[in-house]
């Protein structure tokens, strides 16, 4: 055998013991007569001695290693006169006797520490060295218990667990599909999933009942913290249930990994707040509730006919940040130049700060009285010392950016803290959305995703009032994961399509096949997906996915370290009948 122990596992109790260990060089001090060897591998560090007095060559040889060498060191515990308590081996040393070079190494071109001195693009292109670092270890070690529990819980729940096809026929609806030319079929194309959707259906209408998969997806979108081009998703599909049978099963879920990793406990039921209450109170349909500062709306009372912004808005709505008007107009300034980003999108903000002496000083006081201001005050719960901040606009998009305003302040307070967790359930999603652009409804979910019982009749009069019988599991302010009952009626199905603007050809060449599986008898069946990196992250504190996942994309979509995506060769483009075309402006 290469050891005989980790470089993590001895102890006190080994003292005496004569052992061998293998490793990586974590690094070298010189003192005098004596050299000392950090040892690591995946399990720990374990300190290794060099004495010149008891074997010179050997001591020789040691002071002639480097950073990232890999050795083989054999010889006898002993107590450490000196503890290091940062370690769980800090009461331990080996004195070595043999002492084998595996390998050597370059010096690395970051050091492989948890506080390195890499910065991004560098540690991506070396990620084979990157993942050496403990900290990032751990999050693949988490992950990796995430998915044994995940596992473990949905065994446990009578899941069987099914592989479904990579490569299938492009869907076009949502995001982008990463395709990929078949060379056996001249001119046509595989696309890479975004889901296993439709084939989880398939696996319902089999018989199967309950099905997971830790499944690969790919969606060609633009990309930002929480999103790769290639993600991870714990998918899972059910027959023979109602909503409330698959909020109750995987909130079990949710709760067993609190406590199995986090030690904490969910007794209660989770909230389940309908999509049209996150919207009015946090502009988010994935709010995160761990504070509180909800909207309060003020068409009502802010309309005097002289400030024109109010008079024209379709919605005016405010939120009250406790204790902070004493906010300086540099401070209310930045806040102002925030929501105004593009991505945010409002056009300019209102204050109002509450003086501690109970008057009002804002930045509309020519077009309103103390009166007045008080009402707004009264409608917000604001106390004095608070500070009032208004955004108005067309109603959903200023919804929005005051839920970004308000996640803004609730940074600038300390109230959204990584280790306080609020879970909640956000259903009653529209089931369509309108695009006006391209004057159609586009599902909000997926096409497949059933209307509530009561609002079927809907579809056919008003169908931007059609909820549907969807979920989402939203953990502070992210989406978690989420999914729907699925139709199962082929007549329902073909309205939902229609209302899409899918004609009856389209639908057939896109979804034929699972509506042929339809005729035979298809159950009842819903479903739901967690993103993985996601939950990962969450547990492990991370503020991207990206250090979750072994090897990442970084955020143009590229893989730095072996340079993908990339050119192909000639022969392979004439093999698969492809010509090239220069991109346009």
Same mark, same amino acid.
Request: aromatic letters at 10%.
């Given at each position: 055998?290469?050891?005989?122990?980790?470089?993590?596992?001895?102890?006190?109790?080994?003292?005496?013991?004569?052992?061998?260990?293998?490793?990586?060089?974590?690094?070298?001090? $010189?003192?005098?007569?004596?050299?000392?060897?950090?040892?690591?591998?995946?399990?720990?560090?374990?300190?290794?001695?060099?004495?010149?007095?008891?074997?010179?060559?050997?001591?020789?040889?040691?002071?002639?290693?480097?950073?990232?060498? +890999?050795?083989?060191?054999?010889?006898?515990?002993?107590?450490?006169?000196?503890?290091?308590?940062?370690?769980?081996?800090?009461?331990?040393?080996?004195?070595?006797?043999?002492?084998?070079?595996?390998?050597?190494?370059?010096?690395?071109?970051?050091?492989?520490?948890?506080?390195?001195?890499?910065?991004?693009?560098?540690?991506?292109?070396?990620?084979?060295?990157?993942?050496?670092?403990?900290?990032?270890?751990?999050?693949?070690?988490?992950?990796?218990?995430? +998915?044994?529990?995940?596992?473990?819980?949905?065994?446990?729940?009578?899941?069987?667990?099914?592989?479904?096809?990579?490569?299938?026929?492009?869907?076009?609806?949502?995001? !982008?599909?990463?395709?990929?030319?078949?060379?056996?079929?001249?001119?046509?194309?595989?696309?890479?999933?975004?889901?296993?959707?439709?084939?989880?259906?398939?696996?319902?209408?089999?018989?199967?009942?309950?099905?997971?998969?830790?499944?690969?997806?790919? !969606?060609?979108?633009?990309?930002?913290?929480?999103?790769?081009?290639?993600?991870?998703?714990?998918?899972?599909?059910?027959?023979?249930?109602?909503?409330?049978?698959?909020?109750?099963?995987?909130?079990?879920?949710?709760?067993?990994?609190? $406590?199995?990793?986090?030690?904490?406990?969910?007794?209660?039921?989770?909230?389940?707040?309908?999509?049209?209450?996150?919207?009015?109170?946090?502009?988010?349909?994935?709010?995160?509730? !761990?504070?509180?500062?909800?909207?309060?709306?003020?068409?009502?009372?802010?309309?005097?006919?002289?400030?024109? +912004?109010?008079?024209?808005?379709?919605?005016?709505?405010?939120?009250?940040?406790?204790?902070?008007?004493?906010?300086?107009?540099?401070?209310?300034?930045?806040?102002?130049?925030?929501?105004?980003?593009?991505?945010?999108?409002?056009?300019?903000?209102?204050?109002?700060?509450?003086?501690?002496?109970?008057?009002?000083?804002?930045?509309?006081?020519?077009?309103?009285?103390?009166?007045?201001?008080?009402?707004?005050?009264?409608?917000?719960?604001?106390?004095?010392?608070?500070?009032?901040?208004?955004?108005?606009?067309?109603?959903?998009?200023?919804?929005?950016?005051?839920?970004?305003?308000?996640?803004?302040?609730?940074?600038?307070?300390?109230?959204?803290?990584?280790?306080?967790?609020?879970?909640?359930?956000?259903?009653?999603?529209?089931?369509?959305?309108?695009?006006?652009?391209?004057?159609?409804?586009?599902?909000?979910?997926?096409?497949?995703?059933?209307?509530?019982?009561?609002?079927?009749?809907?579809?056919?009069?008003?169908?931007?009032?059609?909820?549907?019988?969807?979920?989402?599991?939203?953990?502070?302010?992210?989406?978690?994961?989420?999914?729907?009952?699925?139709?199962?009626?082929?007549?329902?199905?073909?309205?939902?399509?229609?209302?899409?603007?899918?004609?009856?050809?389209?639908?057939?060449?896109?979804?034929?096949?699972?509506?042929?599986?339809?005729?035979?008898?298809?159950?009842?069946?819903?479903?739901?997906?967690?993103?993985?990196?996601?939950?990962?992250?969450?547990?492990?504190?991370?503020?991207?996915?990206?250090?979750?996942?072994?090897?990442?994309?970084?955020?143009?979509?590229?893989?730095?370290?072996?340079?993908?995506?990339?050119?192909?060769?000639?022969?392979?483009?004439?093999?698969?009948?492809?010509?090239?075309?220069?991109?346009?402006?």
């Amino acid at each position: 055998m290469y050891r005989t122990h980790t470089c993590g596992e001895l102890r006190i109790s080994d003292v005496n013991k004569s052992v061998t260990l293998c490793g990586w060089v974590q690094r070298i001090r $010189k003192m005098g007569g004596m050299t000392f060897v950090d040892l690591r591998d995946r399990y720990g560090i374990t300190q290794l001695v060099f004495n010149q007095s008891a074997d010179a060559g050997l001591f020789e040889t040691a002071n002639k290693i480097g950073r990232e060498w +890999v050795l083989q060191a054999a010889g006898t515990v002993m107590a450490r006169s000196n503890a290091n308590n940062n370690i769980q081996t800090g009461n331990i040393e080996l004195i070595v006797d043999k002492l084998t070079i595996l390998n050597n190494s370059e010096v690395p071109p970051f050091t492989i520490e948890d506080e390195t001195d890499g910065g991004d693009d560098i540690r991506m292109k070396y990620r084979y060295l990157d993942l050496r670092r403990p900290i990032v270890r751990r999050n693949l070690e988490l992950r990796h218990r995430i +998915v044994m529990l995940c596992r473990q819980y949905l065994d446990k729940q009578n899941f069987i667990e099914v592989e479904t096809p990579i490569l299938i026929g492009s869907t076009p609806e949502g995001a !982008r599909d990463f395709v990929v030319p078949s060379r056996m079929n001249p001119n046509e194309f595989y696309a890479l999933p975004q889901s296993p959707q439709l084939f989880k259906q398939l696996l319902m209408v089999a018989g199967f009942d309950r099905y997971f998969q830790i499944a690969k997806c790919f !969606r060609d979108e633009d990309l930002r913290a929480d999103r790769q081009p290639e993600f991870t998703q714990i998918d899972c599909e059910m027959s023979f249930i109602e909503q409330e049978d698959i909020l109750e099963l995987f909130e079990g879920l949710i709760k067993y990994l609190f $406590k199995e990793i986090k030690g904490i406990d969910f007794n209660d039921q989770l909230i389940r707040m309908p999509w049209s209450e996150a919207m009015k109170y946090y502009g988010s349909d994935k709010p995160d509730i !761990r504070f509180d500062m909800k909207f309060s709306e003020l068409k009502d009372i802010t309309e005097t006919g002289k400030f024109t +912004v109010f008079d024209s808005a379709s919605y005016i709505g405010g939120i009250c940040a406790t204790g902070c008007a004493t906010y300086t107009r540099k401070q209310l300034d930045e806040l102002t130049d925030y929501v105004k980003r593009p991505q945010i999108g409002a056009k300019g903000m209102v204050y109002v700060r509450y003086e501690a002496d109970g008057t009002f000083k804002s930045s509309v006081d020519k077009f309103y009285g103390q009166d007045q201001l008080k009402t707004w005050a009264i409608a917000l719960n604001a106390k004095p010392g608070d500070l009032i901040l208004i955004l108005s606009g067309e109603k959903l998009k200023t919804q929005k950016a005051l839920g970004e305003l308000r996640l803004e302040m609730g940074n600038r307070l300390g109230l959204r803290k990584k280790e306080v967790f609020a879970p909640l359930w956000v259903i009653d999603f529209p089931m369509f959305e309108w695009d006006e652009e391209l004057e159609r409804f586009f599902a909000m979910h997926h096409p497949f995703t059933s209307p509530k019982p009561e609002d079927i009749p809907l579809l056919e009069t008003d169908p931007g009032l059609v909820r549907a019988n969807a979920y989402d599991m939203v953990v502070n302010g992210v989406e978690l994961g989420g999914g729907s009952i699925r139709i199962h009626d082929k007549q329902l199905q073909a309205k939902a399509f229609d209302v899409m603007g899918f004609t009856p050809e389209r639908a057939e060449s896109q979804f034929g096949f699972l509506m042929n599986a339809f005729k035979f008898g298809a159950p009842p069946h819903g479903g739901l997906a967690f993103g993985l990196d996601r939950v990962v992250s969450m547990f492990a504190g991370l503020d991207s996915i990206r250090d979750c996942i072994a090897f990442p994309k970084n955020n143009s979509g590229r893989d730095v370290m072996c340079d993908a995506p990339a050119a192909l060769e000639p022969a392979q483009l004439e093999e698969l009948f492809i010509e090239l075309k220069k991109p346009g402006k």
